[in-house]
């Protein structure tokens, strides 16, 4: 099946730093989906981009949709408290009837 | 809001037993989906529908069978649960394929 790298796997950051992380995929995807996890919760839809070179904002939170349509990035400027908790990608191809591919996650603790 | 519940936040079951996961959405949705999620693995897909009485199998549905009777319910059965099954299982929906997909908050299950 396809795969889907997400790094990096944690980050550990204070209070008010940014934070980036990224999605590489070995085939093209139409469709990139970010997703948090809050502990104990199932994920909640953070940006969702559609096109090649896409770049679209969420408050703090910013993501591109790569140029060759294989790689995404979300970045979150001055990370505060809440904003621990797992981040996923998903990619979404274009082969029929399609499921989401998802990363294995980054986990995002703040340090006090 | 699109709105996606399980029947349970937690379960505990002992191995050979018979367990029913419920999910319902009240959006109206045609696609219906049930993951596993385990520390490092990220979500896996187990089976999906996407129609009433229709379903299809994901990456990993050995053990498990599903259930679609109506639109808005989508049922995960394990026949005879076992320890190798406790995990966190997610249920999500969406309007089609290409969309994007709505979660539930899980259901933790422990097998003892």
């Known amino acids: 099946g396809q795969q889907l790298n997400q790094s990096p796997q944690s980050m550990f950051i204070q209070e008010g730093e940014d934070v980036s992380m990224n999605c590489t995929s070995s085939s093209i995807f139409n469709t990139w989906l970010w997703y948090k996890q809050d502990p104990g919760e199932g994920p909640v839809l953070l940006i969702a981009l559609y096109k090649a070179g896409e770049l679209t904002s969420n408050g703090r939170l910013t993501a591109q949709f790569g140029i060759t349509r294989k790689d995404s990035f979300l970045n979150i400027s001055a990370s505060i408290p809440s904003d621990v908790g797992i981040y996923f990608c998903?990619?979404?191809?274009?082969?029929?009837?399609?499921?989401?591919?998802f990363g294995t996650g980054t986990r995002l603790t703040i340090i006090p | 809001d699109v709105k996606v519940t399980q029947s349970s936040r937690y379960l505990v079951k002992r191995t050979g037993e018979k367990v029913f996961l419920e999910c319902v959405q009240d959006m109206d949705h045609e696609n219906m989906f049930w993951y596993r999620q385990d520390p490092g693995l990220g979500l896996r897909l187990i089976y999906f529908?996407?129609?009433?009485?229709?379903?299809e199998k994901g990456d990993i549905p050995e053990g498990y069978s599903v259930s679609r009777e109506k639109k808005e319910r989508f049922s995960l059965i394990l026949e005879s649960a076992s320890t190798n099954q406790t995990s966190m299982y997610l249920c999500?929906?969406?309007?089609?394929?290409?969309?994007?997909?709505?979660f539930g908050p899980g259901t933790r299950l422990l097998v003892l």
């Open positions: 529908s996407y129609d009433v009485k229709m379903k």
């Open positions: 999500a929906s969406s309007l089609s394929p290409q969309e994007t997909q709505y």
């Open positions: 998903a990619g979404l191809g274009n082969f029929g009837n399609e499921k989401l591919t």
